[in-house]
């Protein structure tokens, strides 16, 4: 069965620092990997989203970017971190498009 | 105008309730329609898939679209306090183009 792993839990961070949060997925291959964003009383918000290996799609434009440099990994990073990045954020994986997305348990940042 | 919207909130009803979620949205293209339960602080988990119009039933859940009036429904049958979680509507369209647009959630609460 595939499992899909988030890391660290929970991170917090000062203004400024850089971020790396890490995805991982396990049991399939080449999968979709989407990195999300959601804010307290917002809905969910995509901010990345990957089709294979070195392909990365921005959604929003802002200070974050993401980098899948294995088939079943996934990062988002930072060089400097706003107030404004605060959030809890989720990776998720389809086998295809059109195919539901299984999300992570998730990174909750605090940038303070 | 956002493409999906759903009522927030908050719902509270006692245990053994019926419960009636909705969503309503605008873009006439949408042909694959999701169901997501989270529960606080964790990852959003599928529970509906559904394409098109038309019913489907999973143990106490029945998922609903009618794609003429662009509205779908989540009814939950026997509400247990373990249903206590925001449900998240979600939706995709059928182009390569289309991305997963979700609802901002709708947060229940199942009182003993």
């Known amino acids: 069965s595939q499992t899909i792993h988030q890391w660290p839990a929970t991170l917090v961070q000062p203004v400024g620092s850089p971020l790396s949060l890490e995805c991982t997925v396990e049991?399939?291959?080449?999968?979709?990997l989407y990195w999300y964003r959601q804010a307290a009383g917002r809905g969910l918000q995509l901010l990345f989203y990957?089709?294979?290996?070195?392909?990365i799609s921005s959604e929003v434009p802002q200070n974050l970017s993401a980098s899948r440099p294995q088939d079943r990994q996934f990062i988002l990073s930072s060089k400097k971190l706003l107030l404004s990045d605060s959030g809890f954020y989720l990776c998720?994986?389809?086998?295809?498009?059109?195919?539901?997305?299984?999300f992570g348990p998730g990174t909750r940042l605090l940038v303070l | 105008q956002k493409e999906v919207e759903q009522d927030p909130g908050p719902l509270s009803v006692p245990e053994g309730a019926i419960v009636s979620l909705n969503c309503t949205y605008s873009?006439?293209?949408?042909?694959?329609f999701m169901w997501y339960r989270q529960y606080s602080r964790k990852g959003p988990e599928l529970l509906m898939y559904t394409y098109s119009s038309g019913n489907k039933e999973d143990g106490r859940f029945t998922a609903q679209v009618d794609k003429s009036s662009k509205y779908i429904s989540l009814f939950i049958r026997d509400s247990q306090p373990s249903d206590s979680a925001t449900y998240l509507c979600a939706m995709l369209g059928e182009t390569s183009g289309s991305r997963l647009t979700f609802g901002e959630g709708t947060q229940l609460t199942v009182n003993p």
């Open positions: 990957s089709v294979g290996i070195g392909q």
């Open positions: 873009n006439s293209a949408f042909q694959y």
């Open positions: 998720a994986w389809s086998i295809d498009r059109k195919e539901t997305q299984y």
């Open positions: 049991g399939t291959s080449n999968p979709n």
